[in-house]
């Protein structure tokens, strides 16, 4: 499960590849196990991406998340 987080006019998508996240608020897509998912955060507007928490973490705007176990990431966005 990927979540999108952000407040008041903050603004930003959460993409996947292999493709199947399409992020509006929250989202998910079912992998096989041991698939590597990359995460990418797009910002638009003002908003800027502040990072990823769960089972992603930092700051840069790709992550990559195997598929071992159900996960789930946490992509916030501040204006």
Request: hydrophobic residues 30%.
């Amino acid at each position: 499960t990927v979540t999108k987080a952000g407040t008041g006019a903050s603004r930003g998508t959460v993409s996947s590849t292999p493709a199947g996240i399409s992020c509006g608020t929250d989202c998910s897509e079912p992998y096989d196990v041991n698939t590597a998912v990359t995460l990418r955060a797009t910002v638009s507007g003002k908003t800027r991406f502040t990072g990823w928490s769960g089972a992603c973490t930092g700051t840069a705007t790709t992550c990559v998340v195997t598929m071992s176990a159900a996960r789930s990431v946490t992509a916030s966005f501040a204006r």
